[in-house]
């Protein structure tokens, strides 16, 4: 077995430096699930198709770790998706953990195209950016099975929005759910919030639990 410094992904310290292995993430063999402790169909499952993000949004890490090699090949996601569609029952669960799952609108099509095919039955769910969620993707997503849209709104004041580097304000973002809810009305909608960005006070802390009520609210948005 290789030692621990030796393992892609692994970072270890050496005095004065740390050393850490990279692997292209597109390298990245099908998960070892013989190696779990029950049966597979008694789990939901997560999956990753690549390994960081574009975006610079201030309060995430991701950016930091996104590369040129960071896509998986579809041969090899259609390969662990098929070593699981044999082992699972329909309506299991399967997360698309992407930081940003449609990032790349033509290898989000193909992917699609053979879940529509091969995927019927399971319980999709993704994440990604209220920016990237037009009529057509939506209608697009919702037809291969995704059935849970996770979005990372983080808040709907404009300063702490500018801030955190977004790229989009309250006005984007309260049009992408109503699209949401127009293209694909029996969707699960999952809005991410997160509190203390900079900017943030008082007065944003108690905007922001009132815009939360007000999506709660409005059955046009949320669910």
């Known amino acids: ?16 430096h740390a050393t ?44 930091v770790t996104w590369r040129q090699d960071s896509f998986r090949s579809l041969d090899s996601v259609y390969a662990e998706l098929g070593s699981l569609l044999v082992r699972i029952p329909r309506n ?9 799952f449609n990032v790349d ?32 993707s939506i209608r697009l997503l919702r037809s291969a099975g995704f059935r849970y849209f996770r979005i990372g709104f983080e808040s709907l004041v404009p300063d702490v929005l500018s801030r955190a580097r977004k790229g989009w304000g309250p006005a984007e973002a309260l049009e992408c759910l109503r699209t949401i809810r127009d293209q694909a009305p ?11 960005l900079p900017g943030s006070d008082e007065d944003t802390m108690k905007q922001s639990i009132s815009d939360v009520r007000m999506l709660l609210e409005d059955r046009k948005s949320v669910v």
């Open 105 to 136: 609108s033509h290898r989000t099509a193909e992917l699609c195209q053979w879940l529509s095919e091969h995927a019927a039955g399971l319980y999709l769910s993704l994440d990604t950016r209220a920016d990237l969620l037009s009529p057509d």
């Open 92 to 100: 299991t669960l399967v997360h698309f953990s992407d930081p940003v």
């Open 1 to 16: 077995a290789p030692v621990v410094d030796q393992i892609p992904g692994v970072c270890t310290r050496r005095h004065p």
């Open 186 to 196: 029996d969707v699960v909608v999952h809005a991410y919030w997160i509190t203390g």
């Open 20 to 63: 850490a292995v990279h692997e292209p993430y597109c390298r990245t063999p099908v998960p070892a699930y013989d190696l779990l402790f029950r049966p597979i169909s008694e789990y939901s499952h997560s999956l990753r198709t690549y390994h960081g993000c574009p975006y610079g949004c201030t309060f995430c890490v991701e950016g």
